[in-house]
């Protein structure tokens, strides 16, 4: 998916654990975002990134944190699972050429 | 604040039929419109986008999409629905500084033999 890897792709932890997930770009893009994707709410965005060290939240940053100390690298922990954040994560990049995104194959977490 | 909203959780068509998948959006200022589509286990793929200019928008696989700014609406079309086009269809609006996108909840699209 034009650069962009995300890792794991599936993962299951239990309660209170933390857990880092990873999205790797090869393109040199500014902007990069998370998402997470639940039945009924689509996609909403919890972080997004305009450069290194550069991080702002989004509409359900809680239980959330990242991180980009390089271009190429952009993480998101969450510091203590709860079965509430079983969910689908997806990773983006702001596509210059198309003023949309580009999204990563996503990473499947499962918290029990 | 900027939002759009897709009012069919599923929609069902007949292959060979045509398809419209609906959207509505809300936003301060000119719509930057997307429609992406989403595979099982797959990430998003863009579809098309309207930024400025003719009000119907063609994009990837046969699909397009028309603008209707009286309407605020961006509904998804195809003259000829085919079974692989069978997916999870999300309609988005980029805020006027590009920083974020909005999606709606997504539409299932199901297109039966």
């Known amino acids: 998916d ?111 | 604040a900027q939002s759009v909203a897709q009012p069919e959780d599923q929609v069902n068509v007949a292959e060979g039929n045509p398809l419209t998948v609906k959207c509505t959006y809300s936003v301060s200022g000119n719509p930057y419109l997307f429609w992406y589509v989403q595979y099982p286990n797959r990430g998003l793929q863009f579809l098309l986008k309207y930024i400025t200019g003719d009000n119907l928008v063609k994009g990837s696989y046969g699909f397009e999409a028309e603008f209707n700014k009286s309407q605020t609406s961006f509904h998804l079309k195809k003259p000829s629905a085919l079974v692989s086009d069978s997916a999870l269809y999300f309609c988005a609006v980029r805020d006027t500084n590009g920083n974020q996108f909005y999606f709606g909840t997504g539409t299932s699209l199901t297109v039966i033999p």
Not at chain 1, 11 to 16: D, F, I, R
Not at chain 1, 65 to 70: A, G, P, T
């Open chain 1, 2 to 112: 034009a650069g962009i890897t995300q890792s794991p792709r599936h993962k299951v932890t239990e309660t209170g654990t933390p857990v880092t997930l990873r999205c790797h770009q090869t393109e040199n893009h500014r902007y990069m975002y998370w998402y997470r994707q639940d039945p009924g709410h689509g996609l909403r965005l919890i972080h997004y990134s305009y450069g290194v060290k550069d991080t702002d939240k989004g509409e359900v940053s809680d239980g959330y944190s990242v991180s980009r100390s390089k271009t190429e690298d952009f993480l998101l922990t969450l510091e203590s699972a709860t079965s509430s954040q079983t969910s689908v994560y997806f990773c983006a990049i702001r596509d210059n050429t198309n003023y949309g995104y580009t999204f990563g194959s996503g990473t499947r977490l499962t918290v029990v």
